[in-house]
């Protein structure tokens, strides 16, 4: 059993970037299928990206050309660039990992084992 810790959440206005970090434990993130969600207030959990472990990207259309996942596997780390936020981006986010392909999980919550706390990303007009 792993953990997952995020980290980098902040308060930005609309327009600018952040950059969320996942520092990994207990399990190694080369062979997960790596991934962001995030949680508006009041609203359910929903999928922003994932990363395969042979660098496969899959992008929800509301962040597809704006946002960035990567994967470091020799830091065991996973980043999130955000650029051009808006305040529609407003939200706790994420970082999970699944013990199975990225495309068999395809960005659902529930089949994903390790969450981390989350990081509170709010966007400002």
């Known amino acids: 059993q792993g953990r997952v810790l995020e980290s980098g959440g902040g308060s930005v206005q609309s327009g600018q970037s952040l950059t969320l970090s996942c520092a990994a434990s207990?399990?190694?993130?080369?062979?997960?299928?790596m991934a962001w969600f995030r949680r508006e207030t009041g609203k359910e959990v929903e999928g922003v990206a994932s990363?395969?472990?042979?660098?496969?990207?899959k992008y929800a259309d509301f962040v597809k050309g704006r946002f960035t996942i990567a994967r470091d596997n020799a830091k065991n780390t996973l980043t999130l660039q955000m650029n051009n936020l808006s305040p529609n981006d407003t939200a706790i986010y994420y970082c999970?990992?699944?013990?199975?392909?990225?495309?068999?999980?395809?960005?659902?919550?529930?089949?994903?084992?390790?969450w981390g706390p989350g990081t509170q990303v709010s966007v400002s007009s």
């Open positions: 999970a990992a699944a013990d199975l392909a990225c495309e068999i999980v395809n960005l659902r919550s529930h089949t994903f084992a390790y």
């Open positions: 990363i395969g472990t042979d660098g496969a990207l």
């Open positions: 207990g399990f190694t993130i080369w062979g997960y299928c």
